[in-house]
């Protein structure tokens, strides 16, 4: 997967999983909550990924 498909991923993820959270938080429903807790770790550690695949492309490109 390419570095912009991941922070894509990852953002989405984010977005979706605050949705969740916030859903789930007003709707007392703590599963919903739960879940988007988690949904939203995941999309940071995409985004990260892919941040992380850039910031080596660009070193190696400076080399």
């Known amino acids: ?3 912009m498909e991941d922070r ?3 953002v ?3 977005v979706t999983g605050k949705i ?4 789930g938080h007003v709707t007392n ?7 988007g807790v988690a949904q939203n770790l ?8 892919g941040d992380a ?3 080596v492309k660009s070193g190696i490109d400076k080399l």
């Open 42 to 49: 995941k999309g940071k550690v995409q985004k990260t990924a």
């Open 12 to 14: 989405a993820n984010q």
């Open 8 to 10: 894509i991923k990852g």
């Open 29 to 35: 429903d703590k599963k919903l909550e739960a879940e």
């Open 1 to 3: 997967m390419s570095s």
């Open 20 to 23: 969740k959270e916030e859903v």
């Open 53 to 55: 695949k850039d910031a």
